[in-house]
């Protein structure tokens, strides 16, 4: 079966710690997105790559940082610089322009 | 920058009509999307508009209008299970959306 995996779905952390979460995608797509929602709200993009060694930040990059080493692979690492990093994120992937985006089904990360 | 609006909650009976608008002021616009989603799970694709119109796709509608800078999403004979949030979202260049902060839908029985 083709789709998108996070994996944990849900992630404890203390305060001043990075971590990493997975995106796995094989649907053979180039592009690659990370957002983050806070309850209630929409969606924020964090960062968001066209294809393998590429990416660029979206509207909230600070305190994030990502890589791009696959093409099925886009990790996001939420370091200690991210003030307020509970959230629930999630990654999406796509064919390219004018094409939907397909989710994974989330990490909810909580930092204690 | 990119401004979208949409309300936050609406409550409908089931089998009724809900009608839930978007507007938007964008620097770009190749496109508009509508997702829908449940509660802590992933938004899922309902619609995308591209020109001037109706896109009509089972119960769901969708409508654009780019020389008024909105859209809305109709449901029609609403069910339980279509108690979610809708997210409008609008795509600039390069594929990237913007989302606005998603209407939540209850459906009362």
């Known amino acids: 079966d083709g789709g998108i995996t996070q994996s944990p779905k849900y992630l404890f952390r203390k305060e001043g710690q990075n971590v990493t979460l997975s995106c796995e995608q094989n649907l053979n797509h180039d592009a690659m997105y990370w957002y983050r929602q806070d309850p209630g709200q929409g969606l924020r993009l964090i960062y968001y790559s066209q294809i393998v060694n590429d990416f660029q930040k979206g509207d909230i990059a600070e305190g994030y940082s990502v890589s791009r080493e696959k093409k099925e692979s886009f990790p996001l690492t939420v370091t200690s610089a991210q003030k307020n990093p509970t959230a629930f994120y999630l990654c999406a992937s796509s064919t390219g322009t004018d094409n939907e985006q397909f989710f994974g089904p989330g990490t909810r990360l909580t930092v204690l | 920058g990119q401004n979208i609006d949409q309300p936050t909650e609406m409550t409908a009976t089931e089998g009724a009509i809900v009608q839930i608008n978007c507007t938007y002021q964008t620097s770009g616009f190749n496109g508009l999307f509508w997702y829908q989603q449940h509660a802590g799970e992933a938004p899922t694709f309902l619609s995308y508009?591209?020109?001037?119109g109706l896109e009509e796709k089972g119960r769901f509608s969708s409508f654009l209008s780019r020389s008024k800078g909105y859209s809305y999403l109709l449901l029609k004979e609403l069910q339980m299970k279509d108690s979610a949030s809708y997210l409008c979202a609008v795509e600039a260049a390069g594929n990237k959306l913007t989302f606005g902060g998603g209407t939540r839908v209850l459906v009362k029985p």
């Open positions: 508009n591209v020109l001037d």
